[in-house]
């Protein structure tokens, strides 16, 4: 069932940038009302959470862009964007924190402790959530499902 790839590549566009809304709510709620850091490491300096985050859009981007234009189920989607999103979050943030600190080691067990049990863990789950509604609105469009309309633009009988 494959789809129009215009129409499938800005539907991962918006996904993408919702990804990444919800990345950064996620990030600034949790530290608000927790009081924590999502980086508390000091070792890892001020570019690890940006490069682990745009590492983990660039992904979902990229996989949902050719995902969407081969028609994906919605499930499919959700869980193909948690294993990805968790994967390249953690090279990013394994290739960030060796930059920033130069052992390999003591960065890849940063990147997969911050990937499984810190603020990590929010970046699969909105990936998959976004996958998911990323994958129902191509869906609904194939089905000929057009968009809400305003107000203004509805004909009046």
Do not use: K
Not at 44 to 57: D, F, K, Q, Y
């Amino acid at each position: 069932m494959a789809t129009n790839s215009t129409s499938a590549w800005t539907v991962a566009g918006f996904a993408a940038a919702l990804h990444l809304a919800l990345i950064v709510a996620a990030f600034g709620l949790v530290s608000l009302f927790a009081d924590v850091e999502p980086i508390s490491d000091p070792a890892a300096g001020r570019l690890v959470g940006p490069i682990t985050v745009g590492v983990s859009v660039l992904a979902l981007l990229l996989l949902l862009g050719g995902a969407l234009t081969r028609g994906i189920r919605p499930w499919s989607a959700a869980g193909l964007a948690l294993v990805v999103t968790w994967a390249a979050g953690v090279v990013g943030a394994t290739i960030a924190y060796a930059v920033s600190t130069g052992t390999l080691l003591a960065a890849a067990i940063f990147a997969a402790s911050f990937m499984t049990i810190g603020f990590g863990v929010i970046i699969p789950i909105t990936g998959a959530l976004v996958a998911l509604l990323a994958a129902v609105t191509m869906r609904a469009q194939q089905g000929g499902v057009e968009r809400p309309r305003w107000p203004w633009e509805r004909d009046e009988e």
